[in-house]
């Protein structure tokens, strides 16, 4: 019988710094491009550090924003479910470093390690929480209420932790892919949460946590003698 008891336990934060077995960790400058849609999905990104977008473009050539990730987030996981093919396009945001893990590597980690499989799950949970308040923000809250929170999420509001505040230089076609608006609506708002004190925008954006008031304004709300039972 083996004696494993003096095994060092796994740990999910040394398995994602360590370059070995299809691990390999590259650096990246603002807008370099990390994948494209439509690139064969074959690996899975670990952002250590930076910001990442995502963004898709339709057949008729419309862009938009799907998802801005950061530190200790993954990307390109759908190759984990047979997705042969990159369902977005990965651009950096800012300066970044990210491990690329192959896909049977992943796999492997997610088979073999049940720390590792639990970080991963947390990590899908989290995205899938996001994912729904982002629905929510989009049919029922104003363009100004959707770019006061895209903010402080880009700035980390309610993560653990301190917030970073400060983002670097975003623009404000970027944001309107985001919010799903018009540039000239993203200048105009952005111009009156700086004259309100909110943030400090010079080309980088300072949020004040007074922003969440614009947030905690209008909630938002469902009429539910207009809203039919399914099922």
Sequence with gaps: MIDNSSEVPFDPNVFLSTVDGGRTIS?????????SQGDPSDAVFYIKKGKVKLNVISEEGKEAVIAVLGPDEFCGAECLVGQSKRL??????????????????MIGALHNEPAF????????????????ADLV?????????????ALLLM?????EGEPEKIIAKVSQET????????????????NKFRDLGLIDYNG??????????????EEPHINRRNTRRLG
Aim: hydrophobic share 50%.
């Design 88 to 105: 977005a396009t990965a651009v950096a945001m800012t300066e970044c470093t990210l491990m690329r893990l192959q896909k049977a590597t």
């Design 117 to 132: 499989s639990a970080f991963f799950i947390s990590h899908l949970l989290t995205r899938a929480v996001r994912a729904e």
């Design 155 to 159: 700035a980390n509001f309610g993560k």
């Design 175 to 190: 944001l309107a892919q985001i919010v799903g608006t018009t540039r000239s609506r993203v200048n105009f708002f952005m």
């Design 27 to 35: 650096n990246y400058r603002v807008n370099d491009l990390i994948f």
């Design 137 to 149: 923000d989009q049919l029922f809250n104003s363009s100004e209420k959707r770019l006061a929170r």
């Design 204 to 217: 980088n954006i300072k949020v004040h946590r007074s922003l969440l008031n614009v947030v905690l304004l």
